[in-house]
């Protein structure tokens, strides 16, 4: 498709524009340019050093890759492989996910930066000319003629840039420019919790595997990330303000309290710039479309930390999207109908995933939270400790998800 300058503005014409260079923007821009479609995604960040949270690939995600042929290629950079996640709770240790007999290529949880992840999607997205991506293009407002969207609007460092396309898709997360300006509905199911990120240095002798810590009041989660841990503890929602005024020093002994083990480097933690506070969500939108118009990942479905799928589930969306709407696209008769074969697709894992989430937030996070006497193993991680095999169960869970998408034939649709 050719560019043409029009009052000052560039304009550019595809058949699909994603908004949003993240996991689900670049997965889906990669395949459907894969399939013939021509893309055009847009990046409102100049590169990909963000600092994202979890950076985990999970055993459906590398799946994907496995099917796409690229999953040798991107296992030799630099990664940690978690095939246990691992809790102590009141004392006890006890496996709750074992991926270990997982029927995937890969029997276990990758941790990699985003960044390393997305410049790898990238560099085998160009591979394909029917694939463009615009960095420091920040998209400002969608572009509508007769009720259906027809493109989007943006700035970049060069000017005004408008995109016009037959489908325009909404992957630029949880607090989505295209779903505030497409004025969908979002239903917000709560969240009781918020999480303070950080990174605490990792020595020799600790352990390889994440692990949770929960005890008196104190949730605390270590995620192993080579030379150090990224580390999460779980507050009570808009609790921020109460921990600040506490002080840094009554944070560092909470911390130490509950994971003993890491005393010796709290201090590692010098002022609060070294705290970064996620602020949890969970929602969805009542309808993921309008006529020319998809939204998925985060944008469509925000998720909880908790497993840390949400990333992941952005994926399977774009899979599914892609499998779903490619021969539509190059057809160029995308209908309404098309838009809610993907909604339907995927709102049974989004629901089931989101309802999980919402109890643990509920039932365990909140009720440890609220606690101040030493914990008792619930029933549930009794009997996980009682029979390990069914360790398997939340592995299936976290690591495949309840829906997994496999890589349609390049004609799919």
């Known amino acids: 498709m050719s560019d043409e300058e029009t009052s000052g503005t560039e304009t550019l014409e595809t058949t699909c524009c994603i908004v949003g260079g993240g996991p689900a ?163 917000d199911l709560g969240a009781p919790i918020d999480v303070l990120w950080m990174r605490l240095s990792r020595r020799a002798d600790d352990p390889d595997q994440p692990l949770g810590r929960f005890d008196q009041g104190r949730v605390f989660v270590m995620l192993f990330r080579g030379e150090y841990w990224q580390c999460g503890y779980v507050i009570a929602k808009g609790g921020i303000d109460e921990t600040r005024r506490k002080g840094l020093a009554a944070f560092r002994e909470d911390i130490a309290k509950v994971a003993p083990f890491m005393r010796d480097r ?48 952005a994926i399977q969306d774009a899979v599914a999207t892609a499998n779903i709407l490619a021969a539509p696209l190059r057809a160029g008769t995308v209908s309404s109908a098309d838009l809610d074969r993907v909604q339907k697709r995927r709102i049974f894992p989004t629901k089931m995933t989101q309802r999980l989430q919402v109890f643990l937030q509920d039932c365990v996070l909140g009720r440890v939270l609220g606690s101040s006497a030493k914990l008792n193993l619930p029933w549930p991680l009794r009997l996980l400790r009682r029979f390990p095999f069914l360790s398997r169960i939340p592995a299936r869970v ?10 349609g034939p390049r004609g799919s649709g």
């Open 25 to 187: 923007g670049m997965v889906l821009g990669l395949l459907l340019a894969r399939m013939g479609v021509d893309v055009v995604v847009l990046e409102k960040h100049g590169d990909f050093l963000r600092d994202f949270r979890g950076d985990t690939i999970h055993p459906s995600t590398l799946q994907v890759m496995h099917e796409l042929g690229l999953l040798d290629e991107l296992l030799k950079r630099p990664h940690q492989e978690a095939k246990r996640l691992n809790g102590v709770v009141g004392g006890v240790e006890i496996t709750v996910a074992d991926f270990s007999q997982l029927p995937t290529r890969c029997q276990f949880i990758a941790f990699m930066p985003k960044w390393d992840f997305l410049d790898f999607l990238s560099e085998h997205a160009k591979h394909y000319r029917n694939f463009r991506l615009w960095m420091k293009a920040e998209v400002k407002d969608l572009i509508e003629e007769d009720g259906q969207v027809v493109g989007v609007r943006a700035t970049t460092p060069d000017g005004p840039l408008d995109v016009r396309a037959r489908l325009t898709v909404g992957a630029d997360g949880r607090r989505s420019t295209v779903r505030d300006r497409a004025g969908l509905k979002v239903i």
């Open 266 to 313: 709290v201090g590692e933690l010098r002022d609060w710039d070294d705290v970064k506070l996620l602020t949890v969500t969970v929602d969805r939108l009542e309808t993921w479309h309008r006529p020319g118009l998809l939204c998925i990942g985060d944008a469509a479905h925000a998720m909880s930390p908790i497993g840390g799928v949400g990333i992941n589930l």
């Open 398 to 407: 976290i690591g495949m998800g309840f829906r997994p998408e496999h890589i």
